[in-house]
């Protein structure tokens, strides 16, 4: 009898151990199951495919890491802005820093164009409490750089398509690549610096248009015929007094103003929507353009900017940002190295 007793408890515990371990068994693979699933769908959508099972499996660890740290992030504390799962989502970090980010820093003593000037906005007073450039048709729709380090172009452009509305009544997408391909102070799709753009577009007499020289996200040749034909141009460009929010205030209170911002966090990587606040230094290594400014219904003040990573990222293409933060150079830099063209 007491042997019969030992085995029913044994037996009983046994079984406990297996369904434990079946439980623990089953919950993983769903887990992973449902992760394998989502990498393909995503894959479809973003029209991903790899060379290889070995490129696919390593291209898989990274996305599964990636939604991981994005779940648990928007399932963290509030902290006024949300990520997402978006066309970046099988890079590393260092990954897509390097295909994204290519701002050239200003080099010491570069002044505005014609040299040291006034600042052209400095007794400026009437400023709106909220002002979105696109309401006032002077943005063109969010392009995509790919893996072309365009931003500084696309910035550039921006800028100039903004005054050009501003002072002659019509909104033109101008040529990003016609910067790529001929601007030789610059480094097309290895990255480069706003202000020598404008000094290239300044001494080019313009840019033609989006439609005349089309973006094809590489370096090319640079179209000389093209250039003959310019559909706007600018008489110089001015560099916003730095680290200085106010005065950055006054700038895109008149016009859409270049900036220049350190934009390659994770946090960055995967911004979806809200306005961000995350963790950034004054590395600034990503072009983009302040296109408005407001303030939230909680009274969280932020800056609109306007990015060239396609309409897939952030809010339709756009990121607000936090502003007026306690650095002088605003978060993530923002307030460090911003120029405006005059025309």
């Known amino acids: 009898m007491a042997k019969q007793n030992q085995f029913s408890f044994l037996t009983s515990a046994t079984l406990l151990v297996i369904i434990v371990c079946a439980s623990e068994t089953l919950c993983r693979p769903l887990e992973e199951e449902h992760l394998l699933k989502q990498h393909e769908e995503w894959m479809a ?170 973006y094809r996200a590489n370096d090319g040749t640079c179209n000389t015929a093209k250039m003959a034909n310019p559909a706007a141009s600018i008489t110089g460009y001015q560099d916003v007094p730095a680290n200085n929010e106010k005065a950055l205030l006054q700038a895109v209170a008149n016009q859409p103003v270049s900036v220049a911002i350190e934009g390659g966090g994770f946090d960055f990587q995967f911004y979806s929507s809200g306005v961000f606040s995350g963790s950034c230094g004054t590395s600034i290594n990503h072009a983009v353009t302040a296109v408005g400014y407001g303030k939230t219904s909680g009274g969280t003040k932020y800056w609109l900017l306007k990015n060239s990573w396609g309409t897939g990222w952030g809010e339709s293409g756009y990121m607000r940002i936090q502003k007026d933060v306690s650095s002088k150079a605003g978060l993530c830099g923002v307030a460090m190295e911003a120029s405006y063209p005059t025309a």
């Open 45 to 214: 959508i973003h029209g991903r495919v790899y060379k290889d099972t070995a490129e696919k499996a390593k291209r898989y660890e990274i996305f599964k890491e990636n939604v991981k740290r994005i779940n648990a992030f928007n399932n963290g504390k509030d902290v006024g802005y949300k990520l997402a799962v978006n066309k970046f989502g099988d890079l590393t970090n260092e990954e897509f820093c390097a295909s994204h980010t290519s701002y050239k820093r200003r080099p010491t003593g570069v002044l505005s164009s014609g040299g040291a000037k006034p600042f052209k906005y400095a007794n400026f007073t009437t400023i709106p409490a909220a002002l979105d450039w696109r309401t006032k048709k002077a943005v063109t729709p969010v392009n995509d750089q790919v893996g072309c380090g365009s931003c500084w172009a696309f910035s550039a452009v921006a800028a100039m398509e903004g005054i050009t509305m501003i002072k002659k009544g019509k909104l033109v997408p101008l040529s990003v690549q016609e910067l790529v391909d001929c601007d030789n102070n610059d480094y097309g799709c290895s990255g480069g610096l706003v202000d020598r753009a404008f000094e290239f577009i300044i001494s080019n007499g313009g840019l033609t248009t989006e439609a005349d020289y089309p």
